[in-house]
């Protein structure tokens, strides 16, 4: 069963995921150079998914359930390196907020979901760190 170190991780995990997407959603208004490098990165996979021939579409929700799973076993596989990506991702992040607070385009409203992620982040850092994770 899950202990409550494990569990306490998870929901930490799933938090700065849900914290990551919001202010993804809240960053991509504004037009600068991560909003074009996550627009062609989209649209290139959109491009790959569109390839796929009309017998595979049909299990097309199936290959994705799948390699959902295949990723969440490797990111609890490869920790150290899951925890690394999260902090790139959490640098990412903060340095385009940074670059669209100087040039006036967001103001202070959005840095609680910036302060939810570093939070849980750091969560997940000493959870980690107790569960010999890392």
């Known amino acids: 069963m899950l202990n409550r170190t494990r569990l306490l991780l998870y929901v930490n ?12 959603k809240i960053l991509l208004v504004h037009n600068n150079f991560f ?19 009309s017998a595979i579409t049909s299990w097309q929700s199936i290959i994705y ?20 990506l999260l902090e790139i ?20 409203e959005n840095l609680f979901i910036i302060a939810v992620m570093v939070v849980t982040l750091m969560n ?3 959870t980690s760190k107790d569960s010999n994770l890392l």
């Not at 995990?13 to 993804?24: G, H, N, Q, R």
């Not at 996550?38 to 290139?44: E, G, R």
């Open 35 to 53: 909003t074009q490098f996550f627009n062609n990165l989209s649209s290139n996979l959109k491009s790959l998914t569109d390839r796929i021939s």
């Open 65 to 84: 359930l799948l390699i959902f799973v295949l990723l969440i076993f490797l990111l609890l596989k490869f920790w150290r390196v899951t925890f690394i």
């Open 13 to 24: 995990v799933a938090l700065f995921i849900y914290s990551l997407s919001e202010m993804i």
């Open 89 to 108: 991702i959490l640098a990412l992040l903060i340095i385009d907020y940074v670059l669209l607070f100087v040039q006036h385009q967001v103001g202070f």
């Open 124 to 126: 997940i850092w000493q």
